[in-house]
């Protein structure tokens, strides 16, 4: 009888008391599923599956009902048994087209960014700078023949190519510092679209694992570890387009090994007078293994070379007194070349059931020539101003984090650390005047440039129910080395600084439909080698202090609204302006505005979304009236909407607007605003898709980017400020065919 009791005792206390509760999660192909959703409804204990795809949920009952949930997954209700408990759960999740009702509000600080995710799967896109415009909020402009990079306007920033902005493509930085044509080059055109499956994207200054440029915000960009299936494409259009893709698959759905290559050719003369020119080749092969005790390989190697020639930015005068059209030229010698190769090592797995790691190590090798001509003849009325900037990088460097979940008493606790390392070798940093991209008049600037940037940081995120407290500190230490070679004699000049950057967030998910967070923080951007090391600037590492307030919120299955008002004070908007080799300190700042974004399936087939952002961007130090920030938008609108699979059909509608903006301090000189419509649509009969796309549908005259400059023309006088510009794409249009193999 006693034995009997006994039994009964511990047979009872497995049935009361909780149990921890692991599992494997794959796809179709037994391929692990990173990232999936578990969450237990009767306790309300969640877990995300671990690169290896597996996951661990302490405090679970025999009788719980557990969730499993992931965009583009049918999503899993099982009830958990003893069987459960004793030998783990394997879940084997089947795909489906993206609905917005599978969509969870996860418990984590950026839990937006899922948002991109059904973005990208639910209107596909052909082009990197399409790719950058799924970072809800971010308008681009493109000025220079294609090549160059784009023009970045976020919250109230003009980011001209990435200054307060930090992006990353599998933890490899895109941002360039100390370059030739200005501080955060972010040239993102080695990436092939195709190949992208997420973007992980955050505003504000709040998350720790983001460091130099991450004020306005970051986007981490990655790619695919393996393709559906192999393609060619054949794309061609107006103005002498043409486009090549090539997507293959190596080793045929291979559960445990995937590799795939991807080729890209783009050649267009664009729509100018005189023709761009221009052509780029992209090649990008990826291999991905699970080995012992399946943590995950990933090797990416990959080659992108660009060349164009540009018509360059016009001014208004010229149109105005018909010397010119909107697509002419003052100086068509404008140009340049770039290339960047890359080799990226990427190694992920777990220590044990609580314990992950993730690591990166790359390299790559860069160059970067461009001619440009702003002023035309304003400081040499001879030959005219044109310029060359020029520079030939090594970029080294690794990322390294360990994310450990335990429960510290009754709280449970995740708690990230992570490592890392930059470092650039830029040699013959070149700022020169030049005559027709032939002759070298004199050298502005030359020298070479080490810059490194050493880091770790931590975070905490304290679970309290259904609140999250999250704090979280990063340190960051910089070395600054410029030999300059214009000098007679031989010299190094030196700088050091290390800059700490808190961060306090707060969650609150009252439920799997609702967040309300409150987000601190501090963030910087650092400046110039060349500028630093003069000390010309009042301060190498300029913060950043910013806050945000919002919620998002999930009323309906179908409808997704989120929005929050923030605030953003910059010490120093301190930029070296490569194009003329001097420094523009231009002080204290403040933004402070509110984002709004909606999301709402209509039926299975179609998909709507919006994002709005109102910005109030003013200098601090200067006098009412002369503190605008000169090309801080206002107001942004971006959206459309997406046909997925019906019949056949598939395709999108977009839109995108900004409003007049300040081109100078005193508004006395405003960038005008547009409004831009594109369609494409896409029809598939078995194996073969074809496809058309709009570029400009409404065929708008609309200004692509847009400076106020002092200028001066041969036959000029004396100089003039006012607009120069850059036209937008007239209406284009381009038709596709596609073959999936």
Known sequence: MRTIIILFIVL???LMYAQQIKGVITDENQYP??????????????????????????????????????????????????????????????????????LVITKEL?????????????????????????????????????????????????????????????????????HAHGQGYSDFH????????????????????????ATAGYAAFKTKDKLENSSLNLEVGQFNTLRTLGLFDLLNKNSNQNAYVAFEYIATDGPFESPQNFNRINVVTKYTTFLKGNNKLAITASHFNSRWDASGQIPKREIA??????????????GGTTSRSNLNLEYKGFIDGNTSFKSNVFYSRYGFELYSNFTFFLDDPINGDQIKQKEDRDIFGFNASVKNNFRWN???????????LRHDIVDDVELSHTLNRKTTLENIQLGDINQSNVFAFVNADFELGNFTIAPALRLDYFTFLYEDQLLAEYTTQAEQKAIVSPKLNFLFNPNQNMQWFLKTGIGFHSNDTRVVVNKEGEKILPRAYGADLGFIYKPLPKLVVNSAL???????EFVYVGDAGIVEPSGKSQRFGVDL?????????????????????????????EDYIPLAPDFTLAGGFSLNDYKGFSGGLRYRFIDDRPANEDNSINAEGYFVTDLNLNYKIKNITIGVAVENLLNTQWNETQFATESRLFNELVSVEEIHFTPGTPFNIKTSITYNF
């Open 12 to 14: 009872f206390s497995k």
């Open 110 to 178: 950026n839990a937006l960014q899922h948002i991109a995710k059904l973005d990208l799967q639910s209107n596909p896109v052909n082009s990197s700078q399409e790719i950058l415009r799924k970072v809800p909020g971010l308008i681009i402009g493109q000025h220079a023949g294609g090549g160059k990079a784009e023009q970045l306007f976020l919250r109230g920033f003009d980011i001209d190519h990435g200054t307060d902005i930090n992006l990353s493509v599998d933890g490899m930085p895109v941002n360039m510092v100390s």
């Open 33 to 102: 599923l990173e990232g999936v959703y578990v969450y237990n409804a009767s306790s309300t204990k969640h877990a995300h599956t671990l690169v290896t795809g597996t996951f661990t949920i302490e405090g679970t009952h025999i009788g719980d009902i557990v969730e499993v949930g992931m965009l583009g997954f049918h999503k899993r209700t099982i009830v958990i048994t003893q069987s459960h408990i004793d030998n783990g759960i394997p879940i084997q999740l089947k795909s489906k087209i993206f609905q917005l009702d599978e």
């Open 410 to 420: 009754t709280v449970e606790t995740t708690v990230t650390s992570g490592i890392g």
């Open 597 to 625: 974004g909606l999301r709402y399936q209509l039926n299975k087939w179609i998909y709507a979304d919006v994002d709005a952002t109102y910005t109030h961007a003013r200098s601090i130090d200067e006098i009412k009236g």
């Open 321 to 334: 007194n018909g010397n010119i059209s909107r697509f002419g030229a003052i100086d068509d010698t404008e």
């Open 566 to 572: 923030w605030y953003l004070f910059s010490e120093q």
């Open 190 to 213: 080695f990436v092939i679209p195709e190949t992208v499956v997420n973007v992980d994207f955050g505003k504000g200054p709040y998350n720790a694992d983001r460091g130099d440029f």
